[in-house]
């Protein structure tokens, strides 16, 4: 009789926590910790769904999730770049979701066509001056970098870095592989010095007067700027007579195999929502995805700008040739 009770209890127990196991979201996110933990606080309280999370960089998370197969316990996979997100989804990482809430409130550049990941913030890929040297009269456009004014004043990013892929990839789908082809030669060949690693480095360059102007993430130029406020560096908003700055995004996707794709659409719901628009690109000064909320008023202070209309996902579909195209160019 003592067996039967005690075997019945540890059945109960058991129970209990498979169904919390069952209620928790899971998510695999290369976004870092401090960007993504207080927004998982914040849902949880909320909605009283816990958050698991871990952390790493996109490829690792990707290869666990492929080893992993049926058997991962991940419910969503959340990172950086939709050039990284079509990757994933071309890889059958992903399943497609139907959310009235996420049509309502994503534009449908910003997302996969087929709505197997949606970007959840915008980051815009602009130029950056050096305001002692240059004035905004002098600038116009990424194309106008490869011009011979700007030879031995231009500074760049590696190539290695999926930010510049995907902003080349997005050139390829305006404007074809030849012309891209030929703006990026005149970038190269316009370089004052080798690339940088980062576009920290990169920004500093141009502040010391190594350089007069390059391309970052407009949220690197915020880090900086709030860290060191006198530095002589403004953001120009480049295209705005024609196709647009090129913005990315960072965003998340249901896994194929999750085992609580409810809980996942919620969490991707409320990150598209006020309270989770808000904390996801303030904390990394982006832009709300969600064309109904404002950014935050530093990020708003940069001024307004006319974006790219591009798929996004162009990004990942055109990211090879890109790679292929920079290599021909001998953009390091």
Known sequence: MFSRIVSTLLLGVFAVSAAHAADEVV???ARAEQLIKPMFDAFTKETG?????????????????????????ADLLLTVDAGNLWQAANAGLLKPVQSKVLDANIPAHLKDPDNQWFGLSIR????????????PADLTTYEDLASPKWKGKLCLRTSKKVYNQSLVAMMIAEKGEAETEKIVNGWVSNLATDVFPDDTKLMEAIAVGQCDVGIVNTYYYGRLIEKKPNLPLALFWPNQKNSGVHVNVSGAGVVKHSKNEKGAVQLLEWFSSENGQRMFADLNMEYPANPSYKPDPVVASWGEFKHNLINV??????QAAAVRLMDRARYK
């Open 27 to 29: 998510v695999y996110s």
């Open 49 to 73: 769904v816990p958050v698991k999370f871990i952390t790493d960089k996109e490829g690792p998370l990707m290869e666990r999730l492929r080893a992993e197969g049926p058997n991962t316990p």
């Open 124 to 135: 815009a890929r602009t130029i950056v001056y050096n305001t002692k040297k240059l004035k």
């Open 313 to 318: 996902a162009k990004a990942g579909e055109l």
